[in-house]
């Protein structure tokens, strides 16, 4: 009641607004608005935002009034701010803003100060503040009756004070209100015009600021000035001008009007008028002199005008005394150098002037000189000079070596030095040359002779010449050097002699710089020769130099003079003498295998020789020998004998049961196995053993007994064997039959019929096995039948069937079934208690021990047997469960009353059991302690984070996919924990410090914390972490990356593309050690190899791990799961959605190491398998890791780091994905690949050696096209081909990979095969050209033009390549470069790339559109050849169909293929590349047969030369020459004056234009040459 009448009061009060609304009190007004009601108190919390009426207009805010619920309340504490928003800025509103007062600011305005006192307050807003919403702000919570927001609308706003407009409000036109000009003003709102200050009789008025016009009255000039002409300010009369006041009479209040008054200087004085007055001649006034007087001009100056603003000075060379009324010229001999002076100033000595008004006297000029007081200078006598122009009285000589130089004047002004290869002449007035063999030098003064060994052949030398190599001098003061004699030489310039060439020396000719020695095979035993001797015959020398020759040694020889080596005698010859000039020849018997030898070799044993210079003796064949040295044959073995072996000196008896037939034998055939041989045959025979006896051995004489129980019961066997099964051993070639009730297997070890054993039977005679008895059935040993078990029951057996065997009970109770006992199953979830279970039973299912009444959570138990025995049971199970004891005591902490240290130190505690103990209800309670500590306080103490820290450490290992019945549940539960985390890091106490525990490090970056850069964990934009390679974070520190050579582990950076310094941000970072909190059943947990190990060890581990998992992988079509490689890092900036561009670079190094490119790709099988490094970010709501970041590394050195560059928040890692990079049929495709390209390289070689030699080959048109085409093609294969050989996918190659050679090597081959895709358009436009258009298909320089075009146009790409998509990345100073262009495992295009599919695929595509219409247009000319043809031949069909494939080989059609390869499936790609690598592969050897097989003209032109034809042109009689088109089905007989075609093309068409289809052959029904 109290707060209704508190509004009712209020109310009744608002019509006092002074004109304005209250915008508070609309209808419309927003909810937080209307639940300030009449009944029920609001409390105001921070802040609370009042919309105004419609929210399409702009309203004009005058004063907020807030009223407190009684008189007695305090409204103390609040501020008020009126606010337009960036997204309120509409049009409407824009068009307010032509108004010059009105700036729309999307900033809070503060409308007066913060409120104070109690019952209500006002805030005045500054004038003409434009709004949208009002925001009041208070520091705690405060409660409010009702705010009143006095306003209008923007257009019916009044125009304030100081401004007005035609209506005196702010209407929406292009003016609005407008401010007042200068010189007028209004103190009121709402006015239409605004008034003016001063009159033409009294301008000492003026407005100049915005609150000067707001004022009431204007504002007046201060004695003495007057209003200026734009009457903003005030000014005093302009220089040269006085004030001149008009005085009124005086005057009293009553008597003067208000005008007057305003414009009172003096006590009751007024004036009427104000003027300026000229001054007077010899006065003057200045702009910064007194207003009201002129002063006179002082000592030296005049003003000689009235109205003068200042006075003239008199101007140097004049003067002016105080008396004088003009300045006057100084008289002669007298000057005066300065300006405004009463005298003049005699000349000095060395000066005169003879002029009037002068300011200087005039010096003697150099050349000059004055030697008394005289009125003229004179002229330096001959031999000297005067440089100097300060008017001396004497000249000066020259120094030795200068000469008098006059100037242009003739005035000997100065002294100039001779110049090098001249002196002073005598009068000292010029210089001479020096003579031949003279010379004169920079710091010489007079000339000089040549010293020996130098010469001067010209006069005026500046230094003498050295006499150069091969020459020398030995007199002083030549003109020329002497030439070296023969035999002599001089190496060296300047020399006085020359030196004797040594011996083994010679120097032919004059002047020889160097003695030469003598050549292989020559010599010199004298000095100073002008040449050398040849060695004899039988001699060689093969040094250079030398003094004599050498006797050549035996086994040697030299023919002839001048050898420089002793040949070495050849195979089959020798020479056992020295000195000799030929060798000797082994005669028949002897061999000689060696060069450079003495003697011949004797044939060994074994071994013959029947021809002479024999090198080898044959060896006597198998079956035959040689017993004797240097023989001619060999003889033939013996029956009975025997010899494998080549070149054996004698034959082999045959041994040991071994036996021959017949003579040369080359082997003993072996007596076999189960027979003998007699030795009284002497190994001709081989016979059967007999029954009871066998052989199991090869070349045996003998034959083996049986021994009991093993029989033989027929000859000439290999073993003994066992009775027959139900039969056993009597003698060692008979056995008997076993009775009923017993059996006998096959065994070589028993030789009796055995009883059956328990629970078995043997009905019958002759059995090898005992039945089993059935189920429910037993017997004793040795039984004819079995008999039924008694009981249904373990219990009951063993009561019933007391008087049997226990083996007997055992059966019977084993026919029950298996099972498994009862027993207790602990696991971290709890304890089960399970009841006597049988495998045939159900799965029992129990309630997990802490999950309460949640009947989702169960356990699953089930007898079953054992997999690796088949026999032992045991008890499986699979638990759904989710709290653990432990879950209760960490839910009862966040229950608690504790603190938040108490909490946080009991939960760690708890939480410090050993990983795999840990379940995701530890997890879920560990969330509500959290939670708990969060909202009870404002900030998180170091200690509460450190403990939170080790906690969450504990549980990082744990295995939370175990026992997990719903994923969903799970990714929720561990994202929530993550986000609570978050939440305390944020609220830290201590900002910018870390906190690290083994698994777990945060850190709350905050910009505004840490006052100086050795405080702020951000060292120059980058957050750098050292993490030790072992994962153990609490080693982790903080580095400065800018003082690093090699990155740190782990480095972190904010940028914006758009904004400059986006470095320094409020964010929050978690790195943990595993992926546990984030579940993927697409990954696998990182198998971490041992540290220790070297680092090819931990390489050859991850691969053992990859293959383990390609053999597992259900789908061989899949790639193996990836895993994640690196730390998990947690991130979040604050505001980074406002932040256009926002990025995050990330730069962390894996954890495993998959080595550089010769070490992450292996062939698996038959795939061949990369490990990449691929940037995800961990997606909760889809429950996996999502590749949403670029990812950038050296593919060459991936190791030292991986960048990622991500716009989000979120959890990031890096992840080691295992891809297949070649399909199955790469290593068979290679092959056919090499073999394919290789012979069509070689046919293209082959076409263009064929084509060139001859012009009339390469005559035509479409001839010079297919050379440039083969020529093309032939580079790109040859590029392709050999890469092979230079690249390695493993980088092992010549070229390594992504390095310039490698791009530019890629580069080259994008370039040729663009160029050859260029020359089938060529090729295609030709024969359109040719068979389709015909008339008018002549182009001038054809062959010119499209070289330019084919060679010319293909090069952008490449560069375009190279430039676009060869970028880099950084984070601080380390650099990644970023290969879009060139692949990772081969020098080209980068597959699947924009860069391939713009740069190379694209162009194709283009080409084959041009070619695939081309190739239509010339297959239906190809048809129509034979239209008007009767009957078509079956030769006619083939030529066609003949044709067609030349032209889709020559268009490059196959290439089509290449592009359907692009399609992703495997069972598409796989038959593609076969076809493509047919058609593509083997172009060049279809050119080869289109362009040179299928071509009678090379016949004709290579035939005669290869003699596999006649020159038919000389023949006389006419020749028919039938060849068939590769462009056409079709046959003609030419004439012998007929040129014949070049394959597809019309010669007749090629270079003509034709007028009419009847000067066109190709036209005519009777001529299908096309």
Request: hydrophobic share 30%.
């Amino acid at each position: 009641k109290q707060w209704y009448q508190r509004r009712v009061a209020i109310t009744a009060g608002k019509s006092d607004l002074e004109g304005n609304d209250n915008l508070a009190t609309n209808s419309s007004a927003p909810t937080n608005l209307k639940d300030l009601s009449l009944d029920t108190e609001t409390s105001i919390a921070t802040s609370l935002t009042i919309n105004l009426e419609d929210q399409t207009k702009l309203y004009g805010i005058y004063k907020i009034i807030i009223y407190g619920k009684t008189t007695s309340t305090s409204v103390a504490g609040f501020t008020a701010f009126a606010k337009v928003d960036e997204s309120d800025v509409n049009a409407d509103i824009t068009a307010h803003s032509v108004s010059p007062n009105i700036v729309i600011s999307t900033d809070e305005l503060q409308c007066g100060t913060e409120s104070t006192g109690t019952d209500s307050f006002t805030f005045t807003c500054k004038a003409d503040t434009p709004a949208r919403k009002i925001i009041l702000k208070h520091a705690g919570t405060a409660s409010l009756a009702e705010v009143v927001i006095a306003g209008k609308i923007w257009s019916d706003y009044p125009c304030s004070a100081g401004y007005s407009s035609a209506s005196g409000n702010h209407t929406q036109d292009s003016t609005g209100c407008t401010e007042c000009a200068a010189g007028t003003h209004t103190h009121e709102r709402s006015q239409t015009t605004c008034k003016t200050c001063s009159t033409a009789s009294l301008p000492v008025f003026y407005t100049s600021t915005l609150a000067e016009k707001k004022a009431s009255t204007c504002k007046l000039c201060p004695k003495p000035k007057k209003t200026t002409d734009t009457k903003d300010g005030c000014d005093v009369c302009a220089a040269g001008n006085y004030l001149k006041y008009e005085e009124a009479v005086s005057c009293t209040d009553a008597g003067c009007d208000e005008t007057c008054k305003l414009a009172t200087y003096e006590t009751n004085k007024c004036y009427k008028t104000i003027a300026c007055t000229p001054c007077v001649k010899g006065e003057f006034r200045g702009a910064s002199d007194p207003n009201d007087k002129c002063t006179a001009c002082p000592t030296g100056q005049v003003a000689t005008s009235t109205g003068s603003t200042k006075c003239t000075p008199c101007p140097a060379g004049e003067y002016k005394t105080t008396a004088d009324v003009a300045c006057s010229k100084c008289p002669a001999g007298k000057f005066q150098d300065e300006a405004e002076k009463d005298s003049c100033k005699d000349c000095p000595d060395g000066q005169v002037q003879t002029a009037l008004g002068q300011t200087s006297c005039e010096i003697c000029p150099a050349g000059k000189y004055q030697d008394s007081k005289s009125e003229e200078c004179k002229v330096c006598p001959t031999g000297k000079y005067q440089d100097l122009t300060t008017g001396t009285t004497a000249c000066k000589d020259p120094q030795t070596g200068y000469f008098v130089k006059k100037d242009s004047n003739d005035l000997p002004t100065s002294q100039e030095k001779c110049p090098k290869g001249q002196q002073p002449s005598a009068d000292k007035m010029s210089c001479e040359q020096c003579l031949k063999g003279q010379y004169k030098g920079e710091s010489d003064t007079v000339c000089l002779d040549c010293e020996k060994g130098y010469f001067a052949n010209a006069a005026g030398s500046e230094t003498c010449t050295a006499c150069e190599a091969g020459k020398y001098q030995d007199t002083k003061g030549q003109e020329s050097c002497k030439n070296c004699e023969a035999g002599k030489i001089q190496s060296g310039t300047g020399a006085e002699t020359c030196e004797d060439c040594p011996v083994g020396k010679y120097a032919a000719g004059e002047g020889n710089t160097q003695c030469l020695p003598c050549d292989k095979g020559h010599y010199q035993d004298l000095k100073a020769q002008g040449s050398c001797k040849k060695c004899e015959e039988g001699k060689a020398v093969q040094e250079t130099g030398a003094t004599s020759c050498e006797i050549c040694a035996a086994g040697t020889f030299a023919a002839g003079t001048g050898n420089d080596v002793c040949t070495p005698c050849e195979q089959g010859t020798s020479q056992p003498d020295v000195g000799k000039g030929t060798c000797i020849d082994c005669v028949a018997g002897q061999y000689q295998d060696e060069t450079k030898q003495t003697t011949c070799k004797k044939c060994p044993a074994g071994r013959y020789s029947t021809g002479s210079k024999s090198t080898t003796c044959e060896a006597c064949e198998a079956g035959t020998f040689q017993s004797a040295e240097g023989s001619t044959s060999c003889e033939e073995c013996e029956v009975g004998e025997f010899q494998a072996q080549p070149g054996q000196s004698s034959c082999d008896t045959c041994k040991n049961g071994n036996y021959s037939t017949a003579k040369k034998s080359t082997t003993c055939q072996a007596c076999l196995k189960g027979n003998k041989v007699d030795s009284l045959t002497k190994g001709t025979s081989c016979t059967a053993c007999d029954s009871g006896f066998y052989q199991d051995e090869d070349h045996k004489t003998t034959c083996k007994p049986c021994t009991a129980p093993l029989v033989t019961k027929i000859e000439g066997q290999s073993a003994c064997v066992a009775c027959d099964p139900g039969y056993k051993y009597a003698t060692s070639s008979t056995c008997v039959i076993c009775a009923a009730g017993t059996y006998n297997f096959k065994d070589d070890t028993v030789d009796e019929c055995r009883q059956c054993e328990f629970n078995h039977k043997a009905p019958s005679d002759g059995l090898s096995k005992c039945e089993l008895c059935p189920t429910d059935m037993h017997a004793d040993e040795g039984q004819t039948t079995c008999e039924n078990c008694s009981g249904r029951n373990p219990e009951q057996i063993e009561k019933e069937m007391a008087n049997v065997k226990e083996e007997q009970r055992e059966k019977c109770k084993a026919d029950l079934g298996a099972g498994c006992m009862g027993q207790t199953i602990e696991t971290k979830f709890g304890k089960f208690e399970l009841d006597f279970m049988l495998v045939s039973d159900d799965p029992v299912k129990q309630k997990c021990p802490y999950d309460g009444s949640d009947t989702t959570n169960m356990g699953t138990f089930k007898c079953e047997l054992k997999p690796d025995t088949e026999k032992e049971t045991h008890v499986t199970y699979e638990l759904k469960c989710k709290n653990s004891e432990d879950s209760t005591k960490i839910n009862d902490i966040a229950e608690s009353n504790k603190t938040a240290e108490q909490k946080s130190k009991d939960l760690e505690e708890i939480s410090s059991k050993e990983p795999e103990d840990s379940t995701l209800g530890d997890v879920e309670g560990v969330t509500k302690v959290v939670e708990s500590i969060t909202e009870e306080e404002t900030k998180i103490t170091d200690e509460v984070n450190q403990n939170l820290v080790k906690s969450m450490s504990n549980l990082v290992k744990g295995d939370f996919s175990e026992g997990t019945s719903d994923s969903k549940e799970a990714v929720k539960i561990l994202d929530s924990m993550m986000k609570d985390m978050i939440k305390v890091t944020k609220n830290l106490e201590s900002p910018n410090k870390i906190f690290k525990s083994e698994n777990v490090a945060t850190i709350n970056i905050q910009k505004s914390s840490g006052s100086s850069e050795d405080n702020n964990p951000v060292k120059g934009g980058v957050l750098a972490l050292n993490i030790p390679s072992k994962g153990n974070l609490t080693d982790t520190t903080i580095t400065d990356a800018r003082s690093e050579t090699i990155a740190p582990p782990l480095m972190l950076q904010t940028s914006s593309a758009s904004q400059e310094d986006t470095s320094k941000v409020d964010m929050v970072v978690m790195v943990i050690t595993e992926p546990s909190f984030m579940p993927d059943n697409k990954t696998i947990p990182p198998p971490l190899p041992d540290p220790e190990l070297p680092r090819e060890r931990q390489v050859d581990q991850v691969w053992k791990l990859v293959k383990e998992l390609e053999e597992k992988q259900p789908n061989k079509e899949e790639n193996p799961p990836p895993f994640v490689n690196s730390p998990i890092l947690e991130v979040e900036v604050n505001n980074s959605a406002s932040i256009p561009d926002f990025e995050i670079r990330i730069m962390m190094k894996p954890i495993i190491p998959i080595g550089n490119s010769s070490t992450s790709i292996k062939k698996i099988g038959d795939r061949r398998i990369e490990l990449r490094y691929t940037c995800n970010s961990y997606v909760p709501a889809e429950g996996r890791w999502k590749e949403t970041c670029k990812t950038f590394y050296d593919a060459k050195n991936p190791d030292i780091g991986v960048l990622c560059v991500c716009n989000h928040n979120t959890s990031f890692a890096v992840l080691m994905s295992p891809y297949e990079i070649d399909p199955a049929a790469t290593d068979s495709q290679s092959l056919v690949t090499k073999i394919i390209l290789g012979v069509s390289t070689l046919c293209l070689l082959i076409t263009l050696i064929i084509l060139m030699p001859f012009p009339a080959l390469r005559a035509t048109r479409s001839a010079k096209t297919n050379i440039c085409f083969s020529f093309s093609l032939l580079l790109a294969s040859l590029f392709f081909f050999i890469q092979d050989f230079l690249v390695k996918s493993d980088d092992t190659g010549i070229i390594k990979l992504k390095t310039v050679p490698c791009i530019v090597y890629a580069a080259l081959q994008h370039y040729l095969w663009l160029v050859c895709f260029m020359w089938m358009v060529i090729e295609g436009w030709g024969m359109y050209l040719s068979l389709v258009q015909v008339f008018g298909s002549h182009i001038s320089k054809f062959m010119l033009k499209f070289n330019a075009l084919a060679w010319g146009v293909p090069i952008i790409f490449p560069i375009i390549g190279g430039a676009v998509f060869t970028t880099s990345e950084t984070i601080g100073q380390f650099t990644v470069m970023n290969h879009e262009y060139v692949a990772d495992t081969m020098c080209f295009i980068k597959p699947e790339s924009i860069a391939f599919f713009t740069l190379f695929l694209t162009p194709l595509i283009i080409c084959l559109v041009i070619n695939l219409v081309i190739f239509g247009f010339v297959i239906r000319v190809i048809k129509s050849s034979t239209a008007n043809v009767e009957k078509v031949s079956r030769e006619q069909v083939i030529k066609q169909l003949k044709a067609c494939v030349g032209i889709m080989v020559l268009l490059g059609t196959g290439w089509i293929v290449g592009v359907l390869m692009s399609v992703p499936a495997k069972e598409i790609q796989i038959p593609m590349q076969w076809i493509f690598i047919i058609l593509n592969s083997t172009q060049g050897i279809w050119v080869f047969v289109f362009y040179i097989v299928f071509n009678p003209q090379v016949m004709t032109t290579w035939g005669p030369i290869l003699g596999l034809s006649e020159d038919t042109s000389k023949k006389s009689t006419t020749s028919v020459s039938t060849f068939a088109n590769t462009n056409a089905s079709c046959t003609t007989t030419m004439k012998k004056s007929d040129k014949i075609d070049n394959i597809y093309s019309n010669d007749m068409a090629e270079d003509h234009t034709y007028a009419t289809t009847t000067e066109f052959p190709a036209k005519s029904e009777d001529n299908m040459k096309i």
